[in-house]
């Protein structure tokens, strides 16, 4: 069974998941313009709403290039796979609620901790699947390119696992630090932007061409 | 007619529809936490609402699954049949609102029936439609390939039938004991779990091969 | 300038504006409930929603195949061209909003007739546009395939038309009888529901052939 | 790597981005009718948000149209372009969030000109980010076909930036004389509605005819 369905299917999750965070940023009300004092003031106040859309945005983007940067090497797929992917994207799926209470909550000192708590859990499990994905396909080759490098495998998976203590740590302290907590998630951010590393195979270096 | 914009289109239906669940995880406003203690306690609280989140997603997902599997043995399709197609994708789009309604009333004893009853009729329309459109593709393999096995397409149905008796009996129960039909949905979530049964060819066994 | 582009836009389209209706049944708050006297009175009240679902959903399905049916004699597109099939696309995206609209007043005396024209117009729109549509393609032949029959398009424009006054009128009547614009519409529906006739060629027959 | 993924995921989020849309039209509870005098009297009333979603879903539909032509002479993509994309795309679903916002203020003359402002930083964003884009795709033909014309990718940037200049106004006017700017979006509006100019190639010519 080929993975195309799959990532088609995947790439209409998250071109919705990524559309739908527009609509966790509030359209006021008339009262809340009394509130606010006008439709200026409340357009600037609520700009921890366009920050965290920017960011969700931006996060659920980089997890659509990953995805498809990780089936540039899992050319396969099967029962259990497919239902791994289906939990994948229901963590994807599940941002535009944690980015709704982060931009809703994060400006409230009485919430803000509990707003940065819930946004780092989000934030994380899409990740986090991700290495169940990768251990299930990697496991004697299930799924994945038998030709990839070893080390290429090794490094990736390490790298998916300081990511989730980093992460971890930024859960743990978002209960009393959240802004180190978000500073955190910033600098992930910065290294999930970084280009992805190119897959190592091993010879007959041909099959990296025709692998593409 | 080939069934390929059939599914596309279907492909998009099922992605949105998967997607929207989410929208049903209600955000809560100020006043809400005021009620609730905090953002902490809100958060926690509303755990009925992420179970149904995930219990519909993964049941989204898995028709979606099946979904294609119909189609590797259903290779044509005439205008009732992209009619009754329609039935099944309205059938399917409905599961937000049924999601919706279990996971916001099922923690109240005074509404717990109800929301399962609404979430068990949700869930079987699904396959109810199905099981017109495999008679009406079936029906002297009007829409099935015609080396596919008897034996197989007999099996298929009594499953579907068994099925309908126990998710009938689901929403029988939940008027008095929602909880039992609860757990006929997490048992028959188990069993569409499992991966579905290959399709059965008579020989030549070729055409099988040239089928996929 | 081919139309597969512009099939698969408008495909997307479809597909969100039929999965959006159903975020336009409306989930009960606690205070509804009190009114309505429980969920099961008011899952039960609420049917004139499901109604509107259902019937809008059959339209954007019927209108989603037969813009499929057009595509397969209009084969080529330009610029004007692409403005009229978004011109199209906003009056389909425009429905779930009437729908709304008719599901929540329908069974409102006082706002019966009202809930009735919005949707008559709204369900007038995208045949309406149609109409401009094939006038702008079949004019010379401008898009469409050239062996297209005279009479099988002079045909699809009557009848085209002879839809706008029937449904013109379902507008007017709504004013005063809305129940009979609403018999109006099931009509209207239940012709839809019949396959479209097939596109008829000018020999050479081939073309036809080729033109699938 | 090519750019056919891309365009994909770019389609899937300009058609959910279009059809959300209809959600910001809003409707009514049965308290707004009793404020408004009948639903006959709001359905007439809301007709700002009619003119939004109407002005809105064009400029969407243009977008996506000339994002289509962008890519006919933008023929690879690498990481930066990528993310440049998606940093494009974000300010695309922005759009339902400012139309939301014009077309429930625009008729108080209170709110009018704030939301008159969002609304034309809104739909000044996506030509802003193509700039973006342009510039380094064209720097040195890093991503653009070689053989495009210089005198053709000139003019290209200078109606850029003479749009970027003509928005600019418009948005410094909004403060006080926010029908001027939306007289400006008009304008701005039919010059999109024309036909994008053809890329022009040097010799080679089949170079032009091979690309696309």
Request: include cysteine; proline fraction near 6%.
């Amino acid at each position: 069974m080929t993975t195309s369905r799959l990532e088609a299917f995947s790439d209409g999750v998250f071109s919705i998941a990524i559309t739908l965070l527009i609509l966790e940023v509030k359209i006021p009300k008339h009262e809340d313009l009394l509130h606010s004092g006008g439709l200026y003031n409340y357009l600037t106040s609520i700009w921890p709403s366009y920050l965290a859309y920017a960011i969700s945005f931006l996060v659920i983007g980089i997890y659509w290039s990953n995805h498809h940067w990780l089936y540039s090497f899992i050319k396969k797929t099967d029962h259990v796979f497919n239902l791994l992917n289906i939990l994948f994207l229901m963590t994807v799926s599940f941002m535009p609620f944690t980015t709704a209470i982060l931009g809703d909550f994060i400006s409230d000192p009485l919430y803000r901790n509990a707003s940065v708590t819930a946004y780092c859990i989000g934030y994380v499990l899409p990740p986090a699947t991700v290495i169940i994905m990768v251990l299930y396909a990697g496991h004697h080759n299930r799924l994945m390119d038998p030709l990839l490098s070893r080390s290429f495998k090794n490094r990736f998976i390490v790298k998916l696992i300081f990511g989730m203590l980093l992460m971890g740590s930024a859960i743990a302290l978002s209960f009393n630090y959240p802004m180190i907590s978000m500073f955190i998630i910033g600098f992930s951010l910065i290294m999930f932007l970084l280009p992805p590393t190119k897959p190592i195979y091993n010879l007959p270096k041909q099959s990296s061409e025709s692998g593409n």
